[in-house]
């Protein structure tokens, strides 16, 4: 069983900082990319960033220069430092990994965790 633990979420004015953290647990052999996903009300769930186990990331375009992804394997551990938060950046944020185990290779999600920019 693998489970994916995140915290960090809250209410933030625009402008301001939020750092998101998830942390896996488990039967977990290894983790491979590991993500950071949104889903805002009447909208789909989008790819925020990810990071690749070597270290290569990926961020959507309005991510670009304001969010910062990282992860610290020993921890297997991943963040989502956000900065310069608008109010478009109001979603649940869910945690994604890929995760290899004894059995399988697959994605775990983590419960979300909610993100409001509001004044």
């Known amino acids: 069983q693998v489970q994916l633990v995140e915290s960090g979420g809250g209410l933030v004015q625009p402008g301001g900082s939020l750092r998101l953290s998830c942390a896996a647990s488990?039967?977990?052999?290894?983790?491979?990319?590991m993500a950071w996903y949104r889903q805002a009300p009447g909208k789909e769930r989008e790819l925020v960033a990810e990071i690749t186990s070597g270290g290569t990331t990926y961020y959507l375009d309005s991510a670009k220069g304001r969010f910062t992804i990282s992860r610290d394997n020993a921890k297997r551990a991943v963040y989502l430092q956000m900065n310069s938060l608008k109010p478009e950046d109001t979603a649940v944020y869910y945690c994604?990994?890929?995760?290899?185990?004894?059995?399988?290779?697959?994605?775990?999600w983590g419960q979300g965790t909610q993100v409001t920019v509001s004044s």
């Open positions: 994604n990994a890929d995760v290899t185990t004894y059995f399988h290779t697959r994605a775990y």
């Open positions: 488990g039967s977990i052999v290894s983790i491979n990319t």
